[in-house]
């Protein structure tokens, strides 16, 4: 059952960062979703401070608004200060994931919120966290109710969303054109990627959070340009790869997120392999003059 | 505090004099290193490489089972070019772009490290503990055979710089040029992407896996607000990055539990920022302030035009006008206008009687200037470039503010001191 459990998690935290980080790896900000994951450690931490508990809303929204800032802060290094954006990207989420660290090790003493959490997380003992709700629930552990809503509202928020940010995504110009509001949808895009990074900390922890991020999409890029196909592929693959990188870490005994990103790079590398096989066999038989005659 | 602060820099503590020498050499030779990232527009590239010498570190220390640090280093060194490779491949051969590309390797490679690291971690193997302490960097807590290890490279890294210093600069700045000029580009471009490997696998020991890209970048930043010259750059960043490193290490040193790396990117990054907002040259706080200045001083000229303009239309009979006239004249708001009027008035430009306003003599030569350039302007798009004459008046609006007496005289004499603008209104000379 545990390993229902923690597959189930993977699984859904999959589902929420692959359906994103199509988006990202269309825009070309997928770096900035990397500096958003780094950055809401402050925010986390300086909520749980406040509240007491890794898991009230108090942290959700004190993370979704640091995630916010590190946007906020990035457009503003790059567009007012004239910083070039990959510079402005690295300097940010460093700063913030700095004030982190240091806040984590200030108060280490009287929190279980430790320096190994942010690295990959704890989703082996996510079967342990059962909810205590006083209702049906509570047999359950707290995690995949939470990332089940999660991936809910990420699918709505996509489903009606949908035309503005594929537009926003493609063709930008148009959609200012007609009256889409491309600055409104790149923000409530990186809240969502926020919002996404801080349920997963808890399991993936904040720095492979980037591997669920932009791996699976990346690959399902390498083979469909048709964004809904891609978002699908993209599900799919970072399904396939929770599975199989369980298994590798049950196996190995080592981290399962870190055996999931390894799963994920895998898949990569496969794909990527067959999508250059294939264009050489077709430029093969474009080049071929038997064939072409 | 001052007792401690006199007790680390006293130097009698000799573990803190290496530490001292160590995080200099490291700081200075990361921010050296990132000056020519930053400027080939590959900042993140530090970033990958950080994260991915961790798999290379944990296989070369199953391999050997020895955490002596040139086996370890090695392997870092190994998986970190293998990394830039795998982004450049990746980059060359697919729809992928840039950003991704380094998103997928950085965090395969960081996962493939953590996931190595956890079994070595759970194997029992006690020469493991301190494998993690590459992820988060300390150099506080460093070994004296360690800190020389690393020390050496930073030196060595440092002497490469200077000795193809005129290599690596003409492939940062102009690599064409230095292709058409025979220069083995590729093998310079090896060098400096080796060195740069080199530098993180140091740097990270002394800021950890994450931090990493901020010891290349923000000192890179900062110095490039303070100064434009390649030299002067690398020389501020890397006294900046060291800098910060001993403050980092003396915070460190007085707090034991405090972790070196993060305070050394967040007093970075605080002192990053008085250089990007208060630089002298470059600043943002001058930027705005020379705005402001030029944007009064247009202000100004475009009153003392106006002043001028409507006594040419009387044919110079009047001379004084209200502020209402003067807004129909041109458009602009009235606050403005009046608040541009008094400092007119303060340098002695123009002259308030009752509510009427008049240019002083020295006031009107400005004001005639700008009459005079504006219509030269004309008269030369409409020669020179064949412009229509209605298409003219815009450029030369901003035109009459920028042109400095000796392209004035230049004018003048190429077209031949003409008499009228393309509007058939009469050119004002000085002397007239």
């Known amino acids: ?293 | 505090m001052l007792e401690t602060l006199k007790e680390f820099f006293s130097f009698t503590d000799a573990n803190v004099t290496f530490v001292m020498i160590g995080s200099i050499l490291i700081g200075a030779s990361s921010a050296v290193v990132g000056c020519f990232s930053v400027l080939r527009k590959r900042a993140l590239i530090g970033d990958v490489i950080s994260h991915s010498v961790l798999p290379g570190i944990c296989i070369a220390f199953l391999l050997f089972n020895s955490k002596n640090p040139f086996v370890l280093l090695g392997g870092a060194f190994l998986s970190g070019w293998l990394s830039i490779i795998w982004v450049d491949y990746i980059e060359r051969n697919s729809n992928i772009k840039s950003d991704a590309a380094i998103g997928i390797v950085l965090s395969v490679f960081f996962g493939a490290g953590i996931l190595i690291l956890t079994v070595i971690q759970h194997s029992g193997n006690a020469a493991q503990s301190g494998l993690d302490h590459f992820i988060f960097g300390n150099i506080a807590s460093m070994l004296r055979q360690d800190l020389y290890v690393l020390s050496g490279m930073s030196l060595f890294l440092l002497i490469i710089i200077l000795l193809f210093y005129k290599p690596f600069v003409y492939i940062s700045f102009d690599r064409n040029y230095a292709v058409s000029l025979g220069m083995p580009v590729r093998f310079y471009d090896f060098m400096l992407s080796s060195i740069t490997v080199l530098a993180v696998t140091v740097g990270i020991q002394a800021v950890g896996v994450v931090l990493m890209s901020a010891l290349l970048i923000t000192p890179a930043v900062a110095a490039r607000f303070l100064t434009s010259k390649l030299n002067y750059m690398l020389l501020i960043a890397a006294l900046i990055s060291s800098v910060c490193c001993i403050i980092g290490t003396f915070i460190s040193y007085t707090a034991p539990s405090m972790p070196t790396g993060p305070w050394i990117i967040v007093v970075l990054m605080l002192l990053s920022m008085l250089a990007v907002f208060f630089s002298p040259s470059r600043g943002i706080l001058i930027n705005k302030w020379r705005q402001q200045k030029n944007y009064r001083k247009i202000l100004e000229e475009n009153v003392l035009k106006l002043l001028f303009q409507l006594c040419e239309k009387t044919g110079f009979k009047e001379q004084e006008w209200n502020i209402s006239q003067m807004l129909d004249k041109r458009n602009m708001g009235e606050q403005q206008l009046k608040q541009t009027l008094r400092r007119l008035e303060k340098k002695g430009l123009v002259e308030k009687k009752s509510a009427e306003w008049t240019a002083t003599v020295n006031g009107v030569i400005i004001g005639k200037r700008m009459v005079r350039l504006h219509r030269l302007w004309e008269v030369y798009l409409t020669q020179y470039l064949k412009l229509p004459s209605d298409h003219v008046h815009e450029t030369a609006e901003a035109m009459e503010h920028i042109l400095n007496p000796e392209l004035e005289a230049q004018l003048e004499t190429i077209l031949n001191k003409p008499e009228f603008d393309p509007h058939n209104s009469k050119i004002p000379y000085q002397d007239e």
């Not at chain 1, 402005?88 to 994931?97: C, H, K, N, Q, S």
């Open chain 1, 1 to 293: 059952m545990n390993a229902f459990w923690i597959i189930l998690t993977a699984s859904l935290v999959s589902i929420c960062c692959g359906i994103l980080g199509c988006f990202l790896v269309l825009r070309k900000i997928s770096m900035i979703g990397d500096a958003i994951s780094h950055s809401v450690l402050p925010g986390i931490v300086i909520a749980f401070l406040i509240s007491g508990s890794l898991s009230s809303v108090l942290v959700i929204i004190g993370a979704s608004l640091m995630g916010l800032i590190c946007t906020f802060l990035i457009e503003f290094f790059h567009r007012t200060v004239k910083i070039q954006s990959d510079a402005a990207i690295g300097m940010v989420f460093t700063f913030l994931f700095a004030v982190g660290v240091i806040l984590i090790t200030a108060y280490t003493g009287n929190i279980d919120l430790d320096v190994d959490c942010v690295l990959h997380g704890e989703i082996a003992y996510v079967p342990l966290d059962l909810a205590e709700t006083g209702t049906f629930l509570d047999s359950f552990p707290t995690q995949p109710i939470i990332l089940s809503i999660l991936s809910l509202l990420i699918l709505i928020f996509v489903f009606i969303g949908y035309k503005p940010l594929f537009l926003t995504s493609f063709d930008p110009e148009y959609a200012i054109a007609i009256g889409i509001s491309t600055s409104l949808w790149h923000y409530l895009l990186m809240a969502a990627v926020s919002v996404t990074t801080v349920l997963s900390f808890e399991s993936v922890g904040a720095i492979l959070v980037v591997a669920f991020l932009i791996v699976p999409a990346s690959t399902a890029y390498l083979l469909t340009d048709k964004l809904k196909l891609m978002i699908l592929l993209s599900c799919v693959f970072g399904i396939l790869s929770s599975i199989l990188g369980y298994y590798l870490a049950a196996y190995l005994d080592g981290s399962i997120a870190g055996a999931i990103s390894v799963m994920m790079g895998i898949n990569f590398a496969i794909v990527f392999a067959y999508t250059k096989i294939s264009s050489k066999k077709l430029q093969k038989i474009k080049s071929d003059p038997a064939l072409n005659s």
